[in-house]
């Protein structure tokens, strides 16, 4: 694999973000201690100031989200049991299916709308009843962002409350919370009001380098550091990373509105061009056709962009905190070379 070169205008993801000096300067100033022993004073600060802002007892600072998002799974369900889940969403479908491979936990995945909500009637049918033919359901798992769209307030609580009523636990994936609360005006907690756990991610937009953190109470959080423990996630001087995640909590929270703005300006320069595109928070997903692909992937080589082009459908890009206004202009520019090609 080759390296990136540095001047590229890398929009393949928000995790791509490097550590910013001053982010690297707090990361060396961190104090530690061996976090296995609960030791380390900048791993226990992050997780106690993450619980506090997302309104939980409790939270455990965890390698990636994949492990976080797993981790919430095995604490919610036994072997047997089932979470519903829509058809679309990382948890199901980006994280190689463990919760099946290490929890037996069956996933009941669910379609989902183009904004990412499944209905409550197709939740509500598939909480199966108390009847050995069945798996049982204990969880609905939601994800917010959804490719970049936050999920309304108000589905949110009724989605929870639906299933609450039913004695069904909730779980979020809210990799991209931040970016959701930003764009809301809503607090992360008020967002997370009806959950039983949450996980945000500190690796995409917020600009670490490494990190996850799940919120649940005392109980949930005492279970997911024994899951931590076997899934290998049990680590040591964790403060160097934790104190990065401390960096981009002071530092990188409300400048998620930039990151907003420049996928705004470049879905508004897409549609000048009768390009045909959608964007949310950070995201704007840009329909390519089998004549514009392969000239836009040479045009965004000629302009050192980096994107996942596909031959035809949707493209993604996601702008962040290492791309400014001038590489917002230099993949308009991309855009232009490539279709003038085609014309
Ligand atoms: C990135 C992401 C994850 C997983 O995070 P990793 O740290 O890459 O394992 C989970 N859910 C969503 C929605 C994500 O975007």
Not at 174 to 182: M, P
Request: proline content about 4%; glycine content about 8%.
């Amino acid at each position: 694999m080759a390296s990136v070169p540095k001047d590229a205008v890398d929009l393949r993801s928000d995790t791509v973000t490097r550590p910013t000096e001053a982010m690297r300067d707090a990361m060396r100033r961190a104090p530690v201690g061996d976090d296995v022993y609960g030791d380390d004073p900048t791993v226990n600060a992050l997780q106690e100031r993450v619980a506090a802002l997302l309104g939980f007892e409790a939270a455990l600072f965890v390698p990636s989200g994949t492990q976080s998002n797993l981790i919430a799974l095995l604490c919610h369900c036994q072997r047997g049991d089932e979470y519903l889940v829509g058809q679309q969403a990382h948890t199901y479908r980006y994280e190689a299916g463990g919760a099946a491979v290490l929890g037996s936990i069956q996933p009941q995945p669910i379609e989902q709308g183009a904004d990412g909500r499944m209905s409550l009637d197709r939740i509500t049918a598939e909480i199966k009843p108390d009847d050995p033919h069945f798996a049982r359901t204990r969880l609905l798992a939601l994800e917010n962002t959804w490719h970049g769209r936050p999920l309304p307030l108000d589905y949110l609580d009724e989605a929870c409350l639906l299933v609450r009523s039913r004695g069904l636990r909730r779980h979020l994936d809210g990799a991209r919370l931040f970016n959701a609360a930003v764009a809301t005006g809503e607090s992360p907690a008020r967002i997370c009001k009806y959950f039983d756990s949450v996980s945000v991610c500190f690796s995409k937009g917020l600009g670490a380098p490494v990190g996850s953190v799940l919120c649940g109470d005392h109980e949930l959080i005492e279970q997911a550091r024994r899951w931590r423990k076997i899934l290998g996630g049990g680590w040591r001087q964790a403060g160097v990373l934790a104190a990065a995640c401390h960096h981009a909590l002071d530092q990188h929270v409300g400048r998620l509105a930039d990151d907003h703005a420049r996928a705004e300006r470049l879905g508004v320069g897409l549609a000048e061009r009768g390009i045909s595109a959608s964007q949310h928070t950070n995201m704007v997903f840009v329909d390519i056709d089998a004549a514009l692909s392969p000239r836009l992937t040479s045009a965004f080589r000629d302009a050192n962009v980096l994107a996942s082009v596909p031959a035809s459908g949707s493209l993604r890009l996601v702008t962040h905190l290492d791309i400014d206004d001038a590489g917002i202009e230099r993949v308009l520019s991309a855009f232009d070379s490539a279709m003038a090609a085609v014309d």
